[in-house]
């Protein structure tokens, strides 16, 4: 995607060093436009940890990422494979929600025991970790052909008239490399000359819709306009709504869906006011071993402190500003679980299908 006129991808391998990763660090956005810069294995982690990189196709990146770089340090030790999958281990935790997290370690693990030479093994995980890097960039392309046609339906019904799309956090090319998930059929669709615009869910607590979605959009031309988390039901009840588009941190083999907070609200409103909802997502995103998403998916719970302050600029000053009386205590879920029952469809890299198990089986036969 394009920054101020230049392609950029969310993660990268420097061209000059192999040692060195470089990614766009999304805690400075929008505000500053940095790229910072990987060059250990708790570099990575740190990364991840400290929302530096975010979204579920990105932390499943940055993670092979950091195998790569552990498999470099690792060649120095007497046990070189004990020590790359004990830092595997500790990636898996970082960030519990996204299953790409564990598909990606579990790659690179299956990779690093294939081979019983380590001084092989950077030159094998770089490969493993670029191939994952051009699946998700490729899988995200996919996902914008097909929603695109969804968004084109709806265009053709509407009379030609501006499609009105709504999403949550940010599931764009940030989160995804490039292309995006949610975002991928909007910017298709754009680009071939349908007239969209975008509601952009702010996404408290983190701003992820106000500070990163609305950011890419307005990098590429695309019309958006910023709404607090709470509007969506209520552009819904008067028509201003034609679908809504999220994307996924875990689908289970049965349709349901966890994504960030706040999610199930707006499939409710969705379903309520008889407004598509759908999801695009990677099959990397999808967890085929499980079934029901409120039992099994793990939920992340962050740090309170998220809730009880907010992030801004002063001038030119990243600062944080408490908004509530410290003493009251906080409970800060990450994620929810929409049930598959709302959900209008899954856009994939294979195409549309239903959340259900049958949909899905239908797509990713060898998976069932």
């Given at each position: 995607m394009l920054i101020n006129g230049k392609a950029y991808q969310a993660i990268w391998l420097d061209e000059t060093d192999q040692k060195t990763v470089r990614f766009i660090n999304q805690n400075e956005l929008p505000f500053r436009f940095v790229i910072d810069e990987l060059h250990t294995a708790q570099d990575a982690l740190n990364a991840i940890r400290e929302m530096k990189v975010r979204g579920a196709p990105l932390i499943g990146v940055t993670a092979a990422f950091g195998i790569y770089l552990a498999t470099l340090e690792a060649v120095k030790n007497k046990d070189p494979l004990q020590n790359i999958f004990s830092f595997a281990e500790k990636l898996r935790n970082v960030r519990p929600t996204a299953v790409n997290l564990d598909f990606a370690v579990n790659r690179l693990t299956e990779t690093i025991r294939s081979f019983t030479n380590p001084e092989k093994l950077p030159e094998a995980t770089l490969k493993a970790t670029l191939n994952i890097l051009n699946d998700e960039t490729e899988s995200c392309r996919q996902i914008g052909l097909h929603g695109f046609t969804v968004l084109d339906t709806i265009y053709k019904e509407k009379s030609k008239k501006t499609v009105n799309i709504l999403t949550h956090c940010n599931a764009g090319w940030l989160a995804c490399i490039d292309y995006g998930t949610a975002t991928a059929p909007i910017y298709m669709a754009y680009d071939h000359g349908i007239p969209v615009h975008v509601w952009v869910d702010e996404t408290r607590p983190r701003n992820q819709g106000s500070r990163l979605t609305a950011w890419e959009l307005l990098q590429h031309g695309v019309p958006h306009t910023v709404i607090v988390d709470n509007a969506g039901g209520h552009l819904m009840q008067h028509g201003l709504v034609d679908l809504v588009?999220?994307?996924?941190?875990?689908?289970?083999?049965?349709?349901?869906?966890?994504?960030?907070?706040?999610?199930?609200?707006?499939?409710?409103?969705?379903?309520?006011?008889?407004?598509?909802?759908?999801?695009?997502?990677?099959?990397?995103?999808?967890?085929?071993?499980?079934?029901?998403?409120?039992?099994?998916?793990?939920?992340?719970?962050?740090?309170?402190?998220?809730?009880?302050?907010?992030?801004?600029?002063?001038?030119?000053?990243?600062?944080?500003?408490?908004?509530?009386?410290?003493?009251?205590?906080?409970?800060?879920?990450?994620?929810?679980?929409?049930?598959?029952?709302?959900?209008?469809?899954?856009?994939?890299e294979r195409g549309i299908c239903e959340a259900s198990e049958k949909g899905l089986a239908e797509l990713f036969q060898e998976k069932f």
């Open positions: 588009i999220v994307g996924s941190d875990r689908t289970t083999r049965s349709g349901d869906v966890a994504n960030k907070i706040g999610t199930y609200l707006k499939a409710l409103a969705a379903k309520d006011n008889h407004v598509p909802f759908y999801v695009a997502l990677p099959s990397s995103s999808i967890d085929f071993s499980i079934r029901n998403g409120f039992r099994e998916i793990p939920i992340e719970q962050r740090d309170p402190d998220e809730v009880r302050y907010i992030e801004g600029l002063d001038q030119s000053e990243r600062k944080k500003v408490l908004t509530m009386d410290p003493a009251s205590p906080v409970s800060n879920y990450g994620f929810d679980v929409t049930p598959a029952r709302l959900i209008s469809g899954l856009i994939t």
